[in-house]
């Protein structure tokens, strides 16, 4: 509803009225447009032309005709019903928004202090008919579905390639452990210098991972020499599997460090390298959908709390 210059409300419906009438200066073909009786269209004609205190046509035996008023009134009330069908559909934009599916990608399962579902918690009680649908993406896919858009967010290990089309906030900063069979010569140790692992043969994310590939070979930490590829490895069954056979040693986050210690599989600290950072991302620089912004909001609130 609009108020009338005299604070009354005007429906939506007698604007819609009165303009079908002074498009079509007609009442027979004006009703027949709305749907709606010739005698009900001019009663609510006259309703309204009451209501404001002036006559919006002119009916005479040449037809209809606006008057000076009526002309006066007519863009504004297309205006008005322009503006009403404009919020309709934000309306339904946004209840579609809110029934929508947010996919999450991820490559490794963030359990890190319960974070997953303390997000899925504050996200569902702000958006209870959202659904959230978790994605696991394999080891070539550094962005975890970011890149190709399978996924709207995504927890993800950095550095990212492409990194400037992505933004993050960090959720989980680990130290990475030295993973390698409990029988190599360094598992007796309580910690291993980097230098002392600087010529075994690693295992090696896929290339396409590219720069998440060179970090988990401390490329940066070998002074420039090439690391030795004992293996390529694209998931936590074949990382074990190629350590078990004596394959290669592999940089591990200490928070993944149980998922591949499983028998014959030792880790250790590593001195002399970096830790690792485990964070949720999206794309930058776009029309930000609101369930991701919300996904964001709710994993800020969860990381807060639990300081």
Same mark, same amino acid.
């Given at each position: 509803?609009?108020?009338?210059?005299?604070?009354?409300?005007?429906?939506?419906?007698?604007?819609?009225?009165?303009?079908?009438?002074?498009?079509? &200066?007609?009442?027979?073909?004006?009703?027949?447009?709305?749907?709606?009786?010739?005698?009900?269209?001019?009663? #609510?004609?006259?309703?309204?032309?009451?209501?404001?205190?002036?006559?919006?046509?002119?009916?005479?035996?040449?037809? $209809?005709?606006?008057? *000076?008023?009526?002309? %006066?009134?007519? =863009?504004?009330?297309?205006?008005?019903? #322009?503006?009403?069908?404009?919020?309709?559909?934000?309306?339904?934009? %946004?209840?579609?928004?809110?029934?929508?599916?947010?996919?999450?990608?991820?490559?490794?399962?963030?359990?890190?202090?319960?974070?997953?579902?303390?997000?899925?918690?504050?996200?569902?009680?702000?958006?209870?008919?959202?659904?959230?649908?978790?994605?696991?993406?394999?080891?070539?896919?550094?962005?975890?579905?970011?890149?190709?858009?399978?996924?709207?967010?995504?927890?993800?290990?950095?550095?990212?390639?492409?990194?400037?089309?992505?933004?993050?906030?960090?959720?989980?900063?680990?130290?990475?452990?030295?993973?390698?069979?409990?029988?190599?010569?360094?598992?007796?140790?309580?910690?291993?210098?980097?230098?002392?692992?600087?010529?075994?043969?690693?295992?090696? &994310?896929?290339? *396409?991972?590219?720069?998440?590939?060179?970090?988990?070979? %401390?490329?940066?930490?070998? %002074?420039?020499?090439?690391?030795? !590829?004992?293996?390529?490895?694209?998931?936590?069954?074949?990382?074990?599997?190629?350590?078990?056979?004596?394959?290669? !040693?592999?940089?591990?986050?200490?928070?993944?460090?149980?998922?591949?210690?499983?028998?014959?599989?030792?880790?250790?600290? $590593?001195?002399?390298?970096?830790?690792?950072?485990?964070?949720?991302?999206?794309?930058?620089?776009?029309?930000?959908? =609101?369930?991701?912004?919300?996904?964001?909001?709710?994993?800020?609130?969860?990381?807060?709390?639990?300081?």
């Amino acid at each position: 509803m609009v108020m009338d210059l005299h604070g009354r409300d005007v429906h939506s419906r007698d604007l819609r009225y009165f303009v079908a009438v002074a498009q079509e &200066l007609h009442f027979t073909r004006a009703a027949e447009r709305l749907f709606v009786s010739q005698p009900a269209l001019s009663k #609510q004609i006259r309703a309204l032309e009451r209501q404001l205190g002036a006559d919006l046509f002119v009916r005479d035996h040449r037809g $209809v005709r606006l008057t *000076s008023v009526g002309a %006066a009134l007519l =863009p504004h009330a297309q205006q008005v019903l #322009q503006s009403w069908q404009l919020g309709n559909e934000a309306v339904e934009r %946004a209840k579609t928004e809110e029934r929508a599916t947010l996919s999450v990608g991820m490559s490794t399962r963030p359990a890190r202090g319960g974070l997953l579902p303390a997000v899925r918690s504050r996200f569902s009680e702000a958006h209870p008919a959202a659904v959230i649908r978790l994605r696991q993406v394999g080891w070539d896919d550094a962005s975890a579905g970011l890149a190709d858009g399978t996924a709207d967010v995504a927890f993800i290990w950095l550095p990212l390639p492409g990194m400037e089309r992505y933004e993050w906030v960090v959720v989980a900063e680990e130290p990475r452990r030295v993973a390698l069979p409990e029988s190599h010569r360094l598992a007796a140790l309580d910690e291993v210098d980097f230098a002392d692992l600087a010529d075994e043969p690693f295992l090696a &994310l896929p290339e *396409s991972a590219g720069a998440l590939r060179d970090y988990w070979l %401390a490329t940066d930490a070998r %002074a420039g020499r090439p690391p030795r !590829i004992g293996a390529e490895i694209a998931s936590t069954d074949e990382t074990y599997e190629a350590l078990v056979d004596g394959r290669g !040693i592999c940089l591990v986050a200490a928070g993944n460090a149980p998922l591949i210690t499983l028998g014959g599989v030792v880790t250790r600290p $590593v001195r002399g390298i970096t830790p690792s950072r485990f964070a949720l991302a999206w794309r930058a620089g776009e029309d930000r959908r =609101p369930l991701v912004g919300a996904y964001i909001k709710a994993c800020g609130d969860a990381l807060g709390r639990a300081e």
